[in-house]
């Protein structure tokens, strides 16, 4: 596509619940990175696939998030046991260098809300 | 790693000024500056980045100016527009260079 999709846009959840939020990249970039958003703050990383491979998944918080890229392109974010303190943006970016060097393209996000 | 420090946290001009906004950062390593701006409820939107090896790089109204001695930057926006109020976010990359470290943003409202 044209750009980073992201889905859903919004998605509120109980706690407790399960969520998987999913990212399209824009066609051919290598690299693809999860960030995310709390309210008033930058964005904040949480893991970086270079093809269907985590380069990086030192900013993920807990061992309740977790994330994949099977086939190199769409990549999910999987949450377990959603947490209130879990609320906020999660956004997607992908980039055509490995090394990300030429900066990202954000996805306009998924607005997580966790009740 | 890396840490980024953002200042102003909120900047306040009038239309026609000139708005600063600078960033500090400490890993000596890095050398790759972007940044971005974020309206209310949008992405972040890359607006102008600078490598090391240059010290300024200009876009339309638009400039960056890197220090890397003093290890900080700056955006430097003029003859600034209402269309320009935002958050804007500085970052830095972090160990590998496969993240980036965010500041913590500035809100620029420009005033008619």
């Known amino acids: 596509g044209a750009g980073v999709s992201q889905t859903p846009s919004n998605k509120v959840t109980e706690k407790g619940k399960y969520v998987e939020l999913r990212c399209d990249p824009i066609?051919?970039?290598?690299?693809l990175y999860w960030y995310r958003q709390s309210l008033g703050q930058g964005p904040e990383f949480l893991i970086y696939?270079?093809?269907?491979?985590?380069?990086?998944d030192s900013g993920l918080p807990n061992d309740r998030f977790f994330a994949v890229r099977p086939e190199g392109s769409v990549s999910t974010l999987k949450i377990q046991r959603t947490e209130r303190g879990d609320s906020a943006v999660y956004l997607c970016?992908?980039?055509?260098?490995?090394?990300?060097?030429?900066?990202?393209?954000f996805g306009s996000g998924t607005r997580l809300t966790v009740v | 790693g890396e840490n980024v420090e953002q200042h102003p946290s909120t900047l306040s001009v009038q239309e026609g000024d000139s708005a600063v906004i600078k960033c500090t950062y400490s890993?000596?390593?890095?050398?790759?500056f972007p940044w971005y701006k974020q309206e209310l409820g949008k992405r972040p939107q890359l607006i102008i980045d600078?490598?090391?090896?240059?010290g300024e790089k200009k876009d339309q109204r638009i400039a960056v100016t890197l220090n890397k001695t003093a290890k900080h930057f700056s955006l430097h926006i003029t003859e600034t527009q209402p269309e320009d109020s935002a958050v804007y976010f500085c970052?830095?990359?972090?160990?590998?260079?496969?993240?980036?470290?965010f500041g913590t943003g500035t809100r620029l409202q420009v005033t008619l």
């Open positions: 970052a830095a990359p972090t160990g590998t260079a496969s993240k980036l470290t």
């Open positions: 890993d000596s390593a890095s050398n790759y």
């Open positions: 066609s051919g970039h290598t690299a």
């Open positions: 696939f270079q093809g269907t491979g985590a380069a990086d």
């Open positions: 970016a992908s980039s055509p260098q490995p090394t990300g060097l030429n900066g990202y393209t």
């Open positions: 600078i490598r090391s090896n240059v």
